[in-house]
C-alpha cells in the first residue's frame, strides 16, 4: 500500500524568507502523482501544486516549487518570499493508476508565518 | 464554476441518531469523492463515484455508512447509529474523469457527536 509521511507536525518562518516542507513516499509504481494542498483554518483544502512522476522538471507556481527525487521517494515544497497568507496546514500526497483515483495524504505540516 | 458545496457545515447530534450530508459538485465534473479527516490528521479516502456508479468504498466506510450520487450530480453520505468515534471532518471533492486531474475541495461538514 502506497503511504505519506511528514516528518514536520510545524514550522515557522519570517515573512519574506523561505521555508521547505518535507515530504517523503512509498510506492512500488512508477507512473504516478503528487500533490501539495493548502487547507487554511476552517476553509477549503486548495491545490497549490502537483507533480507527474514522469516529468524530470521540478514544477513551480509562481512562490511555490518543488523538489523531486524520485529514487530517493522525495518531494518537498519550498515557499519564497513568504506571506501571511501562506499560514495554513499543508498536505502532501499521492494518486496513482491503480489507487482508483483516491488520494493518500500525509499527516500534515502546520506553517506559522511571523510578521 | 462555484466551486463545491457541502451542506451542512456543521451537525451536532447525540450518539445513535442518523445524520445525512449533502454534496455538491462542480457542474461539469463526473467524479465525486468522500473523505473523512480527523483533528490533526491529513484526509482519508472513504468512497468515490464516477456519474452515478460508486467505484470504490475503503474499508474505513462501515455498514453504518452509505453513500448515493443518484442521478450523477449531487451525492449524500448518510451515517446511521452514529458513535462518537465519528467525530470528524466530512469533506467532499469532485474532478473530470481520469486518474491524474486534480480534485477540488469543498468546505466539509464538521460532525460532532454528543
Known amino acids: 500500500a502506497q503511504t505519506v509521511t511528514q516528518s514536520q507536525p510545524e514550522m515557522s518562518v519570517q515573512e519574506a524568507e523561505t521555508v521547505t516542507l518535507s515530504c517523503t513516499y512509498d510506492t512500488s509504481e512508477s507512473d504516478y502523482y503528487l500533490f501539495w494542498y493548502k487547507q487554511p483554518p476552517s476553509r477549503q483544502m486548495i491545490l497549490v501544486i502537483r507533480?507527474?512522476?514522469?516529468?524530470?522538471q521540478n514544477a513551480t507556481e509562481n512562490r511555490f516549487s518543488v523538489n523531486f527525487q524520485k529514487a530517493a521517494k522525495s518531494f518537498s515544497l519550498k515557499i519564497s518570499d513568504s506571506q501571511l497568507g501562506d499560514a495554513a496546514m499543508y498536505f502532501c500526497?499521492?494518486?496513482?493508476?491503480?489507487?482508483?483515483?483516491?488520494?493518500?495524504f500525509g499527516e500534515g505540516t502546520q506553517l506559522t508565518v511571523n510578521p | 464554476d462555484t466551486g463545491v458545496s457541502q451542506d451542512p457545515r456543521h451537525k451536532i447530534t447525540k450518539r445513535g441518531q442518523n445524520v445525512t450530508f449533502r454534496c455538491d459538485p462542480i457542474s461539469e465534473h463526473n467524479r465525486l469523492y468522500w473523505y473523512r479527516q480527523t483533528l490533526g490528521q491529513g484526509p482519508e479516502f472513504l468512497t468515490y463515484?464516477?456519474?452515478?456508479?460508486?467505484?470504490?468504498k475503503s474499508r474505513l466506510l462501515s455498514d453504518r455508512f452509505s453513500a448515493e450520487r443518484p442521478k450523477g450530480s449531487f451525492s449524500t453520505l448518510e451515517i446511521q447509529r452514529t458513535e462518537q468515534g465519528d467525530s470528524a471532518m466530512y469533506l467532499c471533492a469532485s474532478s473530470l474523469g481520469g486518474w491524474n486531474q486534480p480534485q477540488h475541495f469543498g468546505d466539509g461538514t464538521r460532525l460532532s457527536i454528543l
Open positions: 463515484f464516477q456519474n452515478e456508479a460508486q467505484l470504490e
Open positions: 507533480q507527474e512522476a514522469y516529468k524530470q
Open positions: 500526497a499521492y494518486e496513482d493508476r491503480t489507487s482508483g483515483s483516491r488520494l493518500t
